[in-house]
């Protein structure tokens, strides 16, 4: 039979310094990775976002303007252009509108090579706008999170690793 002392002379004291370093790295991480407060959204954010999104509007009215430059259009350029004109019509209705974009269309008379290169086109002018819009928008919310306080974020990661280091050591047993 083997008996065991109540009280062992286990130094518990490094399982606490661990948890706790750990959990004041992961205070800090959790300082760029928790979402924005709606404090944090205040008109100044917003005001912000308003324009990075007309600078990206301006980006894509440039790539729509190169394609209008260019002298011997493909079909599929050709209609394009066209879709945008009609679609920066003033004074029509969605009706109207959409009536005119079919007519483009079908006036255009594109081949099956067209029709895929016109996709093509209307993606790539879209990307090129969403994906600035998606980089300067991540861009100012991670400098928005930069200026939170390292402290109290590092403070409730070692509080917390802390508290769990000590009830590690208080439930662990002896099998």
């Given at each position: 039979?083997?008996?065991?002392?109540?009280?062992?002379?286990?130094n518990t004291f490094p399982t606490i310094v661990?948890?706790?370093?750990v959990g004041g790295i992961a205070g800090y991480a959790a300082k760029?990775?928790?979402?924005l407060t709606s404090d944090e959204m205040d008109d100044e954010f917003k005001g912000a976002i308003n324009i990075i999104r007309e600078q990206s509007k301006k980006a894509k009215a440039k790539s729509i303007e190169a394609l209008k430059k260019i002298p011997d259009k493909t079909p599929a350029q050709d209609t394009?252009?066209?879709m945008v004109a009609v679609e920066?019509?003033?004074?029509?209705?969605?009706?109207?509108?959409?009536?005119?974009?079919?007519?483009?269309?079908?006036?255009?008379?594109?081949?099956d090579a067209d029709?895929?290169?016109l996709?093509?086109?209307i993606s790539n002018v879209n990307e090129k706008a969403v994906d600035m819009f998606k980089r300067c928008t991540s861009a100012y919310e991670g400098a928005v999170k930069k200026t939170r306080s390292t402290g109290a974020f590092v403070a409730a990661g070692i509080a917390v690793g802390f508290l769990a280091g000590l009830a590690h050591n208080i439930l662990k047993t002896d099998a």
């Open positions: 039979m083997k008996t065991h002392a109540i009280h062992s002379n286990e661990k948890a706790s370093a760029y990775m928790l979402p394009f252009v066209k920066n019509e003033a004074g029509v209705s969605k009706i109207g509108r959409a009536l005119k974009m079919k007519k483009v269309f079908e006036n255009a008379k594109l081949t029709k895929i290169q996709r093509s086109i």
